[in-house]
């Protein structure tokens, strides 16, 4: 069974700094890309990052471009989102998504934004 | 970046019935890498379709996906209580990927 379990959020200050990370399962994880998309509260799917299997091609949003950073250990069956620069907009379910057609996700983890 | 426009905002029908949800891009979805997720509230999204046409593991075949280049349409055909959600088009083509606004099909 594919599992796909996010950790890492929680409240953080406005310029502050995050790890979430997102623990696969029940698959080959080094042979799929990977994504990670967010879900503001009430508020419609929004698309953040993208990391293909191997890691060689990255893509990001234009709205976390430069304060995001994706990555994954293929050895750990681990996708990682490192945030940095956190802005209250930030605040979200942050989701992993598995392949190019997202077709797991995990439970979500919530980052809140605020001082 | 490709804009995708659902319509309706929302759509009001009774179990039984059909729905037919539209999803509109602002320019041509590369190899028909359109997508569709539902989410019910306090859920996880799901896929639906991909494709624009292939159903997911475990869908039933009430729900079907047709259209390419920029006009694609989600049917449910005979709405179950379980279908009233709310369903997203995403394209998956290019970078940025996009979701759509989401239709929200509701009881009438």
């Known amino acids: 069974e594919v599992q796909l379990v996010e950790s890492g959020g929680g409240l953080v200050q406005p310029g502050g700094s995050r790890r979430l990370s997102c623990a696969a399962s029940g698959f080959t994880f080094s042979s799929y890309s990977m994504n990670w998309v967010r879900q503001a509260p009430g508020k419609g799917l929004e698309w953040v990052s993208y990391i293909s299997s191997s890691s060689s091609t990255i893509y990001y949003a234009d709205s976390v471009k430069g304060r995001f950073t994706i990555s994954r250990d293929n050895a750990k069956n681990s996708l990682y989102l490192q945030m940095n620069s956190l802005r209250a907009e930030d605040t979200a379910v942050y989701y992993c998504?598995?392949?190019?057609?997202?077709?797991?996700w995990g439970q979500g983890t919530l980052v809140t934004v605020s001082s | 970046e490709i804009v995708l426009t659902q319509s309706p905002g929302t759509l009001s029908l009774s179990p039984g019935e059909r729905a037919t949800l539209s999803c509109r891009a602002s320019q041509s979805v590369s190899s028909s890498y359109l997508a569709w997720y539902q989410q019910k509230p306090g859920q996880t999204p799901r896929l639906l379709i991909y494709g624009a046409s292939s159903r997911a593991t475990g869908i039933p075949d009430r729900f079907s996906g047709s259209g390419s280049g920029t006009d694609f349409t989600l049917t449910i055909n005979r709405l179950e209580p379980e279908d009233f959600a709310v369903y997203y088009c995403q394209q998956y083509g290019s970078s940025p990927r996009t979701f759509g606004p989401g239709t929200k099909v509701d009881i009438k």
């Open positions: 998504a598995r392949a190019i057609d997202f077709d797991y």
